[in-house]
């Protein structure tokens, strides 16, 4: 039987030791993920977030199979077909992901998310590996008992909890750091719904304010967003330009989402499936640094602050900016670069980032007082402010260069 | 010059460089917190509890000096002399806590509690040390800039700072820590007052809902609580038989707290003082061994049942108990173990115990938006429930033999 | 089925799920090891190391499991039977340490040391849970499989490797700890006999190397030794005037031993035994403060010194000190303090204090590079020093108080 | 004054108040180092090993901050200057690094280290910078205070004393860290050349074997070296192609140095200069990518096999590979791929790996026992073996296809 050790600095020794969960991490759709960051250009901010998908994928399938043996260890029935699919499941849930994770998500491909692209390779490799990943994928989509999908994605599901240990973890912002090992712990079946015992509310809480924390002093710092802002228009420059006819130098494998719209119906094809599994980082920075000496001003300009860290100045504020104060930014880019109107709109941007603490929605957290009595975290915690926690809380930024 | 360096495996080396403050540690007094645990009979629950006072204290005055130079290197004027009285004022915070801090404060002495007794203390080192604790005196009590006392005495001193996680550390409830170093790195100065930058709100929400979390997972944990009711039962019934002629054998240090009512008047005579500061754990440990073989019954009975770890069963409810649930109880227990009415309240009793995250007195946490912009926590946080936050949590309790 | 979850700071969570070692542990013997510090007096230069014997009883336990899953996952047969037996032996294994570990190990008794009042506790727990131990005292004393016995008890015993971990952990000397979840996965059997694969070859060399620096750095520093010194030197003048009438105030159980010389053949009777389970590190620290003031000038002297930290001044040679040299040190202290020839011998003191990196005895550490070359490590490395592993290091000290 | 706080996961809060520094660090010239991993493809055997040149640069000018710090403390003169030179020196010791750090050392460009590309592009920073850093580059060349020099490099340099610590860290082979706080706090100055006081002998014993254990377990862990003679061989063919006139697919820059035998003296020029400073991970990986399509079957598999992690099966022995075992294996794998002699070169290769733990050369580690009492650590230590320490550790390895 194979056995596979692999050392994460996050959760120690993680063991694989099921020929199909080997077969899945050696496909190359798998390996890809080495080369896709976990937050994007985060590390021009966090330096230590170099971390990569593939660790991430790793340690939330780890911690699938500690929840699951939580979960049977207090009597909760689970085949180990059934284990082996969540596992499966969680180890492919962001194999869809293109290039810097979720920067690129809606600049290099339109009309589809990096779950419906998961879902379709998911599909591949399942052809690939002769079917036997079919019940993962049912798992995947929600075919399986209602608490085992609640693990893989819910608003406390397996992602989150590895997700928010390895962010904090690789960015040293440790105070964002959960107590996965407790909450797991604290898991429990009722009613075929995952629930979290009483006791375990306190972590809750905690987990949910954690998440919070690194929302707005990672995922959403101001120079992240900046940064990542920067990156989708030196990408929507080079579509530009590639519609013009003018396409800048890229591999060919980027080349082709820069001359062509792809959308969600290109993925039934082997061609567009192809190009975009070849795609990753690398071929966005090594193509931004080509572009420094772009013959277009635009993109040679933006590629060249953006590889050099010059980044926009960002400014945020709870409320929206004026047109007047929109407009006084652009005019005087425009004068001091020299823009037109048009240029322009790559240099001085607006808009809105938002995060919401916990939904109530459909997939929320129970806390299990008694087996009658369950209750929502929202009612169950008189601490978090209900109020708050399912509204959206939305900051509007203005970027414009530093001149 | 002196220079000390003490390895405390919470913050790393801590550097001492000043010969007042190696004075005072070398003071019997101060040394004697080396035999106080921390946390009381919490270990009963988390094994590795077992840090001392004087580990706290050491952690408290190392905060406050990484707390100063913060200020200082944001430009705010603080002189050796305020710097140094700062520390020894930390050094010397909890001196006047009697064996188990807080679980015993009211059995053994009653009418003062241990802020008192630390003042009387402090100015007996002072004269011990030729007056050169004055100013440290002042600032403990307040006569200072207000940002020092903010720092020595509020919702945010480097006391809480220290304390959540130090008892994080040893109890081993990793969710429990702060982000101390950060937090630490957010102060700034407003007007003379201490306020966290902006940017530190989360810090600051974490800090609370951490320190919530310490309160009913640690502090208040109900084995806890049981184990220190019962310990209290034990004091009080050798302090009863103590009043009948009958005291119970201890070290004499001991046996002058058993036989006399020692109120806050006493402190003022050298005999007291002398006698509380031999005091500590190992008195009352060592001596509760000795009782499980007391001729009186309930003694030998409470005595031995704590020494051997088999604890009242404890029941916790939001709502009180009522007089037939507890009278059943009395019932049960007289029964079972042929008590009177009067040996019965020894082994039954109920009780609250309350816990509030944030108050809104007079050392609220501030938040500086900007230097015109300055908000309380709880208004600066859309988070937190601030009803929640602002009201006292308690739980009631009911403990009773296990049969 | 029971199951019980403790937080240890340390390892984690662990989880006792077995009736029977739920019963040793509610055990009063065990119970008592939670007021044993596991170092001593050590907490007087490392104020973090107040951690007891339980805690390490439990994580060594802990340590065994993982290893006995180890050499299952690599196909090595253990009934549950004898992995209960071994777990058993491993919690138990340190339930004949009196007050201060090692500290007092030849002092309070003679000619009796702890490994042998652990077997005779283990014999009375033993009948007190009705013959289901007997598996466990055959694996303790080697009536096994030699691997299991291994674990127990020899060079890279569970022992070891939770101690080194844990006094690096709880002294802050974080360069002691030592990597014993990699050894533990590198962990397997060959004819029998525990082996560490070649590849876990440079973790033993840490491993020994850590070792070292744990003996020199915390067990042998020398502030520790002069404490522990102290404190044998405290109980040897008790002792002395228990012999002639005049026994200091203790409690009866430890005056049982101050007023006779008890010998192996005691612990056969109930009384020895009942008196030496109800002695702990409280007794010995509460006695020498009432101590403090003793009419025995020699027994207050050293008493409050001890108490207050007032340590002897140490020196240490890699070379016997000379006869001229002491008796320079006996001369002044006897003239400073108006000593007599005989209470001097209380003051001044000169012996040895000693380490043996590894031993080339029969318990050695074995490096399997292939099932049919197996090396012992001093042979396997050739970067450690053979004849220096193998040899004791050695350090002579002279004691003498501060004047 | 300007102050820059950044977030190191290793260090914790590393600052940087000096003009100076940060003018460096924004300089392009460092900012590629965020590009640069620090262990190459060593990612591929520990996934978490992401972490770039960049924060190894600041964290080796933090700890070079903190040793000249406690040098001071101990009555050490270093003057301000002096101080920042030093940082600087340290920020910049690695800024001539090309892709995936050693691994492409001399695959890329013939005849120069990184160390001499450093220097070249110091230079060029100073002039952009008005001369400025010319105290530092005399400092990293050695006109300075022997010690500060010996803190910039020597067996004992605060890059070591970084990277040792941080590859632990981010591989997870936590058994590699060091105690480089300590080993900091021990440090001192005698007759102008660095000591470590005698009570950090065994902090170093445990350095020396860390770092050994850090070479064998990571730097030239078996597969890690396959990985790297795969990505070697893979530029050697590209280089190959580019001289026969069939250059593949790369960004310009990359494509510079195949086409041209770039040598030491090419960096006299602007444009090599200018072609390597664009150089960084991203094109390797991406043009590897792009070659698994190129019409050269030898660059199409080597490329396929690199991003799929189908690397070479690696024998590796103690002994050399003896010609008939090598002529074996290319037999078989030119058979087996219908090779011709020459492409097998590409797919069956052999070599060696060494390292040496500790060199009796001119930067020895001197331990301190008193101020005429100087020892080299090799003499210092009874415990590692001199003659191994010195010697060089080697192994040869055979590489060739898995079929």
């Known amino acids: 039987?194979?056995?596979?050790?692999?050392?994460?600095?996050?959760?120690?020794?993680?063991?694989?030791?099921?020929?199909?969960?080997?077969?899945?991490?050696?496909?190359?759709?798998?390996?890809?993920?080495?080369?896709?960051?976990?937050?994007?250009?985060?590390?021009?901010?966090?330096?230590?977030?170099q971390h990569t998908r593939l660790q991430h994928s790793l340690g939330a399938m780890h911690l699938i199979q500690l929840a699951i043996d939580t979960l049977r260890s207090k009597g909760c029935a689970i085949t180990d077909d059934e284990s082996i699919a969540a596992m499966a499941a969680m180890l492919m849930h962001d194999i869809g992901h293109g290039p810097f994770s979720h920067v690129l998500e809606h600049?290099?491909?339109?009309?589809?998310?990096?779950?419906?692209?998961?879902?379709?390779?998911?599909?591949?490799?399942?052809?690939?590996?002769?079917?036997?990943?079919?019940?993962?994928?049912?798992?995947?989509?929600g075919r399986?008992?209602?608490?085992?999908?609640?693990?893989?994605?819910?608003?406390?599901?397996?992602?989150?909890?590895?997700?928010?240990?390895?962010?904090?973890?690789?960015?040293?912002?440790?105070?964002?750091?959960?107590?996965?090992?407790?909450?797991?712990?604290?898991?429990?079946?009722?009613?075929?719904?995952?629930v979290v015992e009483a006791k375990g509310i306190y972590s809750i809480e905690k987990f949910l304010i954690a998440r919070r924390l690194m929302y707005w002093q990672v995922y959403l710092h101001k120079t992240v967003v900046a940064a990542e802002k920067m990156l989708n228009q030196i990408l929507r420059r080079a579509k530009f330009l590639a519609r013009e006819g003018k396409c800048p130098e890229a591999p060919k494998h980027l080349e082709y989402f820069l001359?062509?719209?792809?959308?969600?119906?290109?993925?039934?094809?082997?061609?567009?499936?192809?190009?975009?599994?070849?795609?990753?980082?690398?071929?966005?920075?090594?193509?931004?640094?080509?572009?420094?000496?772009?013959?277009?001003?635009?993109?040679?300009?933006?590629?060249?602050?953006f590889i050099n860290r010059h980044?926009?100045?960002?400014?945020?504020?709870?409320?929206?900016?004026?047109?007047?104060?929109?407009?006084?930014?652009?005019?005087?880019?425009?004068?001091?670069?020299?823009?037109?109107?048009d240029e322009c709109s790559y240099f001085v941007l607006t808009g809105k980032v938002q995060s919401k603490t916990y939904s109530l929605g459909n997939d929320r957290i129970n806390i299990m007082f008694s087996p009658n009595d369950i209750r929502d975290i929202s009612q169950a915690s008189n601490m978090l402010n209900l109020d708050a926690l399912n509204s959206t809380d939305c900051r509007y930024f203005l970027c414009y260069p530093r001149l």
Chains 1, 2, 3, 4 share one sequence.
């Open 1 to 49: 039987m194979a056995n596979k050790i692999i050392n994460d600095p996050v959760h120690g020794f993680i063991s694989i030791g099921n020929d199909l969960l080997l077969n899945i991490l050696d496909h190359p759709y798998m390996q890809r993920l080495r080369r896709i960051r976990q937050l994007g250009m985060t590390n021009l901010v966090y330096p230590g977030a």
């Open 107 to 141: 600049s290099l491909v339109e009309g589809i998310d990096h779950e419906a692209i998961s879902l379709i390779l998911m599909h591949r490799i399942n052809s690939d590996l002769g079917g036997r990943l079919s019940q993962a994928i049912d798992t995947f989509e």
């Open 144 to 194: 399986c008992k209602p608490f085992l999908h609640q693990l893989i994605s819910s608003q406390l599901d397996t992602d989150r909890l590895d997700y928010l240990k390895r962010d904090s973890f690789f960015s040293g912002v440790t105070e964002g750091t959960i107590g996965s090992d407790r909450i797991i712990k604290m898991l429990n079946v009722a009613g075929n719904e995952l």
């Open 259 to 305: 001359r062509n719209d792809i959308k969600e119906e290109d993925f039934e094809t082997d061609l567009t499936i192809k190009q975009f599994t070849l795609l990753d980082d690398s071929d966005i920075l090594s193509s931004i640094k080509t572009w420094t000496e772009s013959g277009d001003r635009c993109l040679a300009t933006l590629s060249d602050w």
């Open 311 to 341: 980044l926009y100045k960002i400014e945020t504020s709870r409320e929206q900016f004026s047109p007047d104060r929109i407009e006084a930014s652009r005019h005087n880019t425009m004068r001091a670069l020299s823009l037109t109107d």
